[in-house]
Each structure stands twice: as structure tokens, then as C-alpha cells.
């Protein structure tokens, strides 16, 4: 675009503008220092990509895992050695699903309707499905495992400065924000989880407030549990601990919530039903996007009136979705589809975890009794190895690989907690993948005993 300036500045410097020409001059202005912003941001960027394409960070690591595994970044779709063929298998976690040919299909006919009021057939089919397998008088789907938690928090606590007893590393207290106080006004005392994901019943007991309305106290209102507990590594809560929690909290007039995030992969290790599990509980949030494979959604479930009040929490926080039968009917097939194949992630799991015992030379350290379900984590036996460089030899594709295993091998796993790494098998990790991670390891443990005689 040519403009021409000439008859503007004439007038300018004349001292001669009428209030057209002014007005014209203003926009000319706008225009001009748009155009310069628009060319430095090119500029800019340019700059920045070109940086980007001269350092390529490894697959899915980080400087830092001060933050765990949520500060990662994206797997790039970029083959980081320039190999002719890279095999990924992407152990980062079980969100990492994709919904299969059978499920879109079901997403693409399902029957839909305004589920705000109360008219989506398919949301009200998952819904019932739902409360029957987990036993419960009704449920209610919503977009996710935090939100499930969150509503369930503020309808068991229905008054700023009440209080929820939770583990100190439940996916609740340290994953989600701090919801339960930044928008429920809810205050969290915590508890020691132990290994196995539970925690000292007498603790719990020295938790629990008396004395209300005594005005310098919280009121304990909620007991919350997680299972199976992620970050202890996918560890079951056993039907006996969930009993005796039971007992306590009926004792005191509490109710008790389950974050049963993954609770159909306890199941499956105990060889229960799921309401086999959630007899001990009130209420319980079960997700569908892990490893059930639906794209989106959770289930919130409980008695008939708690999932009254949740309609109206759910709406509040901005969960109130419209025909969302489309993804609804993800959720139905993932519960009558996808549960018992979870098995398969579990076998492949041990395997994986044998597979780091054998290792030689003898890098790995964990506990293969507490390998219970689709997640592992385990340590690092040399000093001189960190999380990190671990997870960046096991993403990077180097360049004796495709001659060592046929093709170019990245498997994407985290540093986590406590100095560990975690894996995690879903539906998308076969046991062909599974050998070709083993095979991978085998090569990075090589190399490093390599690197130590030189």
C-alpha cells in the first residue's frame, strides 16, 4: 500500500489543517505505527525460529522437575537425529489418548440435546450407566476429574471456612490449584500418605475438629481419598483401609469423597466391581479420558440430592455443556468397552518393570510388589545420572540406533517426585511397544556402561 504523505506535510508546516485533513492524519498515524509493530513481531519471530531450528531439546524433558511432570513441554512432531523411521512410545501418561475408529463413530452418531436442560439422550444414558456400576443413586458427567473434585468439595462443604481432610500428595491437594480455597473458601487439612497410598488412621482421627462452632477453628466437614494414588505410583487403596476409613468418618458424621481418577484400573487389579470399592465412599469422580480412552469427560456420582446441588455447582463453575452427547458417547463405550482391557496395560507394566531389574549393568532400583496397575515409577541407581539425563537419553534418537534395533526408537517418560521417573501404559502402548521400550533401555544402559570405562 502507497499512501502519499506530501500534501499532508505541506499543510502541516503551512499551519493550514481543517478538521478533515486533521482526522485524516490520525489515521494515517494508527496506520503507520500498526505497520511498524506488525514488521519488528516478524522480525521478531523470525529470529526466534530461527534459534529454535539450530538447538532441538530432546523429547519431553525439562532443566527442572521442581514442578514434576506438568511443566513439560509438547512432543514435537520432529524427528530430533534425522532418522528414516522413529518409532515413538509415549509413556508420559495416560491423557495421552486417542479415541479409536469404534469410538469416533459412536461420537459421530450419537443422539444429542440440550443437556443444561436435562434433554441430551445419550448424557442421560451415560449418566444412568454410571450410577449403576459404581452403585450410586445418581451421577452427573462433567468435563473433568478437577472439576468432579471441586464440586464435590463444595457441595459436602457448604460454608466458607469449612474444612476437607486430604493426603499431603493427593492429585486433590497439589495438582488442582488449590481449588477447594481459591473458589470454594474451603480450607485443607492434610494427612501423611504413605507408600501404598493410604494413611495412618489414628492420624486421621487427631485431624478431625471438635468443638464448632468455637470461632477459632475450621469445621471438618469432608474426608477424601484417591485411588488408585498417583503419585505413590498407581498404588490401590486395599477394601479394608477403605472400610476403616468408613467406620471413622461415620463415628464422627463425615462424609467421605473418592478421587477415583483411576478407579477403574483398581478394579481391575483387585478383581471387584467398582461399587464393590465405593461401598465405603458417599460420592466418588471417576475419568473417562485416562486410561479409558475417551477424549474429555469424568463422572461425579452420589446420592440423588448431592447430585442435585452438583447440577448447580457444575453450572456455576461453567460446566454446564450443551449437546454434549457427542462426547458423552465416548464415555459409554468406554465403560462398556474398555475396562477389561486394561489388564493388558497392567501386564505390560510388569514386564517393563522386570525388564529395569534385569538391566545390566544395574542402573534401576523399585519395588516390584508395588507395581500394581498401569503406572511405575522407580529410581536411578547410579549418583551420576539424573532424572533428567536419563529421560533425554530415552527420547533421543542417536545415531547407532536404527543398526542396534532396526529403526530409531524414542520413548518419553518424566521425572518425578521424590528423585523417580514415571512411566505410564494406557491403550496405546502395545506389547510390541512394550519390548521395543525394553530394547531401547538396554541400549541406554550399554551406552552408559560404555561411558564409564572410558
Known sequence: MIIDCSKYLKCAQAKRVN??????????????????????????????????????RPVGVTQSSARFYYNNPKRPNVDPAGASHVRTVDLRSDTVTKPGPAMRQAMALAEVGDDVMGEDPTVNELQEMAAEMFGMEAALFVPSGTMGNLIAVMVHCRERGDEVIVGDLSHLHVYEQGGSAQLAGVHSRTLTNLPDGTFDLDQLVSKIRHGYPDPHFPRTRLICLENTHNIQGGRVLPLAFLKEVRSVADEHGLPVHMDGARLMNAAVHLGVSPATILQHTHTVSVCMSKGLGAPIGSILAGPQDFISRAVRCRKALGGGMRQAGIIAAAGKLALTEMVDRMEEDHRNV?????????????????????????????????????????????????????ASLGQGVQVLMYPHVGGSVRAVWHLGISQEDTQMAIRKLQLVAKQLQQSRVK
Open 350 to 402: 510388569k514386564t517393563f518393570a522386570q525388564a529395569l531389574l534385569d538391566c545390566e549393568p544395574s542402573l534401576f532400583t523399585l519395588d516390584l510388589a508395588a507395581v500394581e496397575t498401569n503406572i511405575l515409577r522407580f529410581h536411578l541407581g547410579d549418583p551420576g545420572l539424573s532424572q533428567s539425563d536419563f529421560c533425554e537419553r530415552m527420547a533421543q534418537v542417536g545415531e547407532e540406533e536404527e
Open 19 to 56: 478538521q478533515s485533513q486533521e482526522e485524516d492524519i490520525f489515521v494515517l498515524f494508527k496506520m503507520l505505527t500498526f505497520s511498524a509493530r506488525v514488521v519488528l513481531q516478524c522480525v521478531k519471530d523470525a529470529a526466534i525460529a530461527a534459534k529454535q531450528s539450530q538447538v532441538l
